[in-house]
């Protein structure tokens, strides 16, 4: 039973982790009214904390924030969940790597994904961010949306990355077909970051693409360069 | 007579709906100086209270709300009406289920008006508030507009609806051609809520055409599913 | 003498409404930096206030406002008049119904400029201020731009107007090709408001036309109906 | 040895400057997070002020500002410099007459710089602050990204302005092909404000020409008129 392993203090931090993302997504103008959720997830205990179902963000206190194991039973909260949860626990499940998950409709990000395109790599904006296109999944399938919708959504996301060999931690963003984007990152603190950098990429490649219709992305030595300054062993970038 | 039948404290709630619906506007940057108007009905009594012509938003307050019956009787207040009072009423005698109707100039949904063009489905968050593309009305005749002009308005507007046998609470919005639109719902918070998120709704498909020129919109099923989670018996959103 | 004339609580309200005028545009988001000016002038005396040159909007005092006879002689103040001065003053002398000037480079509307085009009606919110097209001037000739300037740029305005026989009032904004608007009003208030509202119809034309790129004008009888639901003697917006 | 020759308080007065400069890009929207960077020469030490790498702009303090010589040998301060540094050195040893560097993502120039384009000169905004187009380097080649790539962003800066036979004090600004712009000044003051102009001309460019395709340039008379207007011994524009 999980709820006997609960580490009350990891928990706490997890919520209040969780609680600065949703609210850094709202802060940044990502999200409108109640729409959009932040996740995290303590990997040391398997339990996943995330934004209730509808409630405005100005009304969000830790505490709200109900919390599942990994295949979805509730452990403690009295609010339901975001209706996105089974997205959030799926990508967890599959995505070894991520600590937090963040779901908006920001408005670029979305009109790429309304749009069906992938997000090509026009500058070194995105190459610190984004080691590739951000890419987009097919359409769901009729049976995909009347079957298990939101758990169909991370299993077409999951099947894209596998299917394309993408790693989600070089790419820590996805585009959902007639959806909107799903992000995420080694917290929830870093999933609400590339959330807010993934919209101003996808509103410079839209604005790129205004003033050049057929454009290439830029090199892979230069997509490289900037993708390492930023990650990996010889990461140089901040005070770190 | 009406007057007779007036419940104070209804109408009290109305005025104090209806006001708080036209802040929202404005809080929202829907509105230009005093552009825009938000009204309510008191179903009971078939009492409309309307914001009055050419008020700044700041210092309007409750009281000052005109109401009039639905066939456009003045019953209480001293300020001349919203010059689109007519519309209003209109809509409130053809459309029974609604509560609350907004009027805005937004800039992306009013350019969807005089484009004369329908707003395509094209992702989720239209089909979580617009089961249907938002459709636009044909552009007035000359003899409506030098006619009864802003009752035409509305009569264009329930023409449409009931040629396209669109139902009004599926799709709580008309674009009127080379003016812009007429949102509506339940409630007046409803209506102003949903006259947010056309706006937004409005922007994203504009920047998903300049992203892909022929773009289909989402599939049915997926307009279905969508729709159903946040209306009707098995609406699952939120913590109601 | 004109300062023998000068009635000196008249010229404090004058100043005064063209320092809110001024400061109306900054608040508007009209204006960047020192950018943009508006000036007022006082017909009884003929008399015309300016915003000094390159002094930012928060350090701004009525008592700043150079003032000038309409032909251009210094009747009080220490600062430098906008460098714009010799436009206003030849709008003020060409067209005589107009009490207020406001120049602004607002985005959009020096957008159009810049395209050298007029922006068509596409809809009823031009409609309401703006009775036909906002016209475009020619381009100045190098002979107009190395001559006197400043005041070449008014002669092209008023020029433009004479040669298309539109009524100041009835279009009270122009466009000068490769620079930017010039608009006005009755007072400098109106002028202030016209250019806020300007540059909401120049984003909205141009979001129109991305939407759909031959689009035409609504037709005159609804041009009519909602220019003079707002101006002129059957006049029925607002409360007045 | 340059740390013998320091004058404290033109340092002092530097990292101030240095320091408003970095924090007029965040107060006008210029930059995302820890994006961005300024600094500032005194010409007489030859040392150069710049922010630190990563370190958010509300926590910024004049004192955590490093100072380097011209060849890149810390002088002063305990935290990384901007990872940008070996392009500001670059640029100040190459461009005599420059006080202040600023390096941005604003999302419209580094749209331009991303399509590969330079900006032409529109409008007489432009022509105020940019004596030309503002033009865009080549691509970086492989070899120069897997070098020195940060100083060859600079030589590919300087090469350009050679070659075309450019003067960086008329046109004070690049496009950094697939990057984004730098922009410089007489000071650092200068170069956040040209940074800030340039931002708002890059817009207005991209607004133009989804209004008109093929749009043409100012004429020189224009272009000469507004430059002088602002610049050298005739400028007439402020209070100066």
């Known amino acids: 039973?999980?709820?006997?392993?609960?580490?009350?203090?990891a928990l706490d931090r997890l919520r209040n982790e969780v609680l600065a993302a949703n609210l850094e997504l709202n802060a940044r103008g990502l999200v409108l009214y109640t729409f959009g959720n932040a996740s995290g997830?303590?990997?040391?205990?398997?339990?996943?904390?995330?934004?209730?179902?509808g409630v405005p963000y100005e009304d969000l206190r830790a505490e709200d924030l109900?919390?599942?194991?990994?295949?979805g039973k509730l452990v403690e909260g009295k609010l339901k969940p975001s209706s996105d949860l089974d997205t959030h626990l799926?990508?967890?499940?599959?995505?070894?790597?991520?600590?937090?998950v963040a779901h908006t409709h920001s408005e670029y990000a979305?009109?790429?994904?309304?749009?069906?395109?992938?997000?090509?790599?026009?500058?070194?904006?995105?190459?610190?961010y984004f080691h590739g296109p951000v890419p987009v999944t097919a359409p769901l399938t009729d049976e995909e949306i009347n079957g298990d919708y939101v758990?169909?959504?991370?299993?077409?996301?999951?099947?894209?990355?596998?299917?394309?060999?993408?790693?989600?931690l070089a790419v820590p963003a996805v585009l959902?077909?007639?959806?909107?984007?799903?992000?995420?990152?080694?917290?929830?603190?870093?999933?609400?970051?590339?959330?807010v950098v993934l919209e101003?990429?996808?509103?410079?490649?839209?604005?790129?693409?205004?003033?050049?219709?057929?454009?290439?992305?830029?090199?892979?030595?230069?997509?490289?360069?900037?993708?390492?300054?930023?990650?990996?062993?010889?990461?140089?970038?901040?005070?770190g």
């Open 41 to 53: 997830i303590d990997r040391e205990s398997g339990l996943v904390a995330i934004k209730p179902s």
């Open 110 to 128: 979305t009109a790429w994904s309304q749009a069906g395109r992938a997000i090509p790599a026009y500058g070194t904006t995105h190459a610190d």
């Open 1 to 9: 039973m999980p709820s006997k392993n609960i580490d009350k203090a």
């Open 151 to 168: 758990l169909n959504t991370g299993v077409a996301i999951t099947r894209l990355f596998a299917s394309e060999a993408i790693d989600p």
């Open 66 to 71: 109900p919390v599942f194991t990994l295949d």
């Open 200 to 239: 101003a990429v996808a509103r410079m490649a839209c604005f790129t693409e205004s003033l050049r219709k057929e454009c290439e992305p830029v090199s892979q030595a230069l997509l490289d360069r900037h993708h390492f300054r930023k990650h990996g062993a010889k990461a140089t970038y901040g005070q």
């Open 176 to 195: 959902v077909a007639g959806h909107a984007p799903f992000v995420w990152g080694r917290t929830p603190t870093d999933a609400a970051h590339n959330a």
């Open 90 to 100: 799926h990508l967890y499940r599959e995505f070894a790597g991520i600590g937090g």
